[in-house]
T-cell receptor, first 116, second 111 residues
Framework: GAVVSQHPSWVICKSGTSVKIECRSL??????MFWYRQFPKQSLMLMAT?????????EQGVEKDKFLINHASLTLSTLTVTSAHPEDSSFYIC????????????FGPGTRLTVL | GDSVTQMEGPVTLSEEAFLTINCTYT??????LFWYVQYPGEGLQLLLK?????DKGSNKGFEATYRKETTSFHLEKGSVQVSDSAVYFC??????????FGKGTTLSVSS
């Protein structure tokens, strides 16, 4: 099946710094990419949906100025956590879709962010 | 709003045991239902799906039946293997919305 990678797989940073997470579709063109956040023992919560070349659509309650999403190409989307704080520590997962159908959504392995 | 509830784990079984992971949902319309699996260190993978009532999704020996009357989509497998150890997520989707996931159930199978 289609492969989606994330980098880094885990990152530790100091409070107040910014962290960028990359999501790449390795063998297909992703017109839509999704960013999820998962807290321990919680379900995946959709943060935002991005279409290549367009501004991301954020879910209610997600601060767009804190979680900057860029989908500059059909194979790459980035999530930047700006001025990270300990409460931003979480597992961030991206997925990519080559179409509008839900069943074409392929998931990356996730990035563990720890903010000290 | 729409939601998915699945049994909390971890579920610990011996090899060749029967597996059931319960999943129920709340939705206003007619959602499609999914089971995703996440093996250690890997991303979520679609395991099976059902798009309408009474549909049965099946894959790799796993199956689940879309029961509208009980709003359920329980995952079953007749004989689990050690390689089935993973986290299983139930999810639903309706047009115009995003995938909604349950909290995940960890399955651990020992030989």
């Amino acid at each position: 099946g289609a492969v989606v990678s994330q980098h880094p797989s885990w990152v530790i940073c100091k409070s107040g710094t910014s962290v960028k997470i990359e999501c790449r579709s390795l063998d297909f063109q992703a017109t839509t990419m999704f960013w999820y956040r998962q807290f321990p023992k919680q379900s995946l919560m959709l943060m935002a949906t991005s279409n290549e070349g367009s501004k991301a659509t954020y879910e209610q309650g997600v601060e767009k100025d804190k979680f900057l999403i860029n989908h500059a190409s059909l194979t790459l989307s980035t999530l930047t956590v700006t001025s990270a704080h300990p409460e931003d520590s979480s597992f961030y997962i991206c997925s990519a879709s080559s179409g509008s159908s839900y069943n074409e959504q392929f998931f990356g392995p996730g990035t563990r962010l720890t903010v000290l | 709003g729409d939601s998915v509830t699945q049994m909390e784990g971890p579920v610990t079984l011996s090899e060749e045991a029967f597996l059931t992971i319960n999943c129920t949902y709340t939705a206003t319309g007619y959602p499609s239902l999914f089971w995703y699996v996440q093996y250690p260190g890997e991303g979520l993978q679609l395991l099976l799906k059902a798009t309408k009532a009474d549909d049965k999704g099946s894959n790799k020996g796993f199956e689940a039946t879309y029961r509208k009357e009980t709003t359920s989509f329980h995952l079953e497998k007749g004989s689990v293997q050690v390689s089935d150890s993973a986290v299983y997520f139930c999810a639903l989707f309706q047009a115009g919305t995003a995938l909604i996931f349950g909290k995940g159930t960890t399955l651990s199978v020992s030989s």
